[in-house]
């Protein structure tokens, strides 16, 4: 994916899911608190039928992506396929708002959204639309209260009223360590030279990087280190050129070896996938999947996952390189299947493994639900850098930030 220098990435924006019920009012909130209109209101049942994601900036949060998915309560066939388009939105979603009307009496749904978002470590508020409008509002947040634990905030979307509580509310619901992930950890700090290893192929046009690199560098510059970068031809002549040799290396995964029998045995080497394997991930998993991959055979099955959706490339990683090198290691008959974007499968139970990109296009949250879902159906996961590793036979060597 080519960067955008001028914008915070959507991957990097705080996600805040707006969920609740058909006529709840979910698009008439999104426009009051947004003070733009961002979704369509309608009294029609259904009106909003995918998720609508609008990146904004909100203050005192930042940077943002709403999401406005569609109501549940729709029982009829659409209405299924629209709660699983709802469901992908609840796995991107960092901060939960769960909206309900004070005209309404069941709750059910409702409560039982809530405790799936309390199970995820989700943090999610209650609050309660149109609450100026009907009599028995006070009683149903009251119910509310009983049930969550949580005092809802009462809003009228209509005029805006209770939306700056909202955003301050959303504010305080923020872990504190929110924003402060490191994506090169404690591997380089104030001083360090860092050489980065980027081939520009067809997956980098010219002109332009991809994303986990533009990201790194800016990183590393915050942290005042001094950054070098070069394409893989250019590692040897600017290792010779440096008088001390560089105390990190980070490279692109698919030249690991390369880079590794060329470096200076006092330098570091980790990989862009690497570090985003722990950035988005969760890293330890990823290494001990990737120690299960000698357990695979001609006859075993993976599941090569991309969070990109471009059409196929000559010499593509996940669809050609991963799958050769694998099939190189454990034999020809051994079945790779790829898939894009967000078409992740919920039965995981055919697979012997899972290789996971890099995610850069995909938030934290969405990654660790993924991975969540192997855990609980104890099937193998790993990402491209650690599997290229491990089978360059150079895992034991890489630095884990």
């Known amino acids: 994916m080519a960067a955008n220098l001028n914008e915070t990435p959507g991957a990097e924006r705080l996600h805040i899911g707006i969920f609740g019920r058909t006529n709840s009012g979910k698009s008439a909130f999104v426009n009051a608190f947004t003070g733009q209109q961002v979704s369509i209101v309608s009294d029609v049942s259904g009106t909003t039928t995918d998720p609508v994601y609008k990146a904004m900036e909100v203050q005192p ?5 709403l999401i406005d998915t569609a109501g549940f309560g729709d029982v009829t066939e659409l209405g299924t396929a629209r709660m699983e388009k709802t469901r992908l939105a609840a796995e991107k979603t960092e901060l939960a708002i769960l909206l309900f009307s004070a005209e309404q009496e069941k709750i059910g749904e409702e409560l039982a959204w809530f405790r799936y978002f309390r199970e995820k470590n989700t943090p999610v508020l209650p609050v309660v639309n149109k609450a100026d409008l009907a009599k028995d509002a006070a009683e149903l947040m009251e119910r509310i209260k009983k049930e969550t634990g949580k005092e809802p905030l009462s809003v009228s979307a209509a005029d805006g009223r209770g939306m700056d509580a909202v955003k301050e509310a959303l504010a305080r619901m923020l872990p504190e360590d929110y924003g402060n992930q490191s994506i090169t950890g404690g591997l380089a700090g104030d001083g360090d030279l860092v050489l980065l290893v ?14 986990p690199q533009v990201q790194t560098i800016r990183e590393l510059l915050d942290k005042k280190c001094m950054v070098m970068s070069v394409t893989t031809d250019g590692l040897v002549p600017a290792l010779a050129a440096l008088k001390e040799s560089p105390k990190l290396i980070v490279t692109d995964s698919q030249v690991f070896g390369h880079v590794c029998s060329h470096k200076p045995a ?23 999947g990737a120690k299960q991959m000698d357990r695979l055979g001609p006859d075993s099955k993976v599941l090569i996952a991309e969070c990109c959706t471009h059409a196929p490339l000559t010499e593509d990683i996940g669809r050609v390189k991963l799958p050769r090198m694998l099939r190189k290691r454990y034999g020809e008959e051994l079945s790779v299947e790829v898939v894009s974007g967000t078409d992740f499968p919920q039965q995981l139970g055919d697979y012997d493994l899972i290789i996971q990109c890099g995610a850069c296009m995909f938030n934290r949250s969405y990654v660790l639900s993924r991975i969540a879902r192997a855990k609980r159906q104890q099937v193998p996961m790993t990402n491209y850098g650690v599997a290229i590793a491990h089978l360059t036979g150079i895992l034991e060597q890489v630095s884990m930030p």
């Open 61 to 65: 949060l930042g940077p943002c992506v």
């Open 198 to 211: 980027m081939p520009q192929d067809i997956q980098a046009p010219k002109g332009r990087l991809i994303l």
């Open 266 to 288: 006092e330098s570091m080497l980790t990989s862009f996938s690497v570090l985003f394997a722990a950035y988005k991930g969760d890293l330890p998993y990823y290494v001990e």
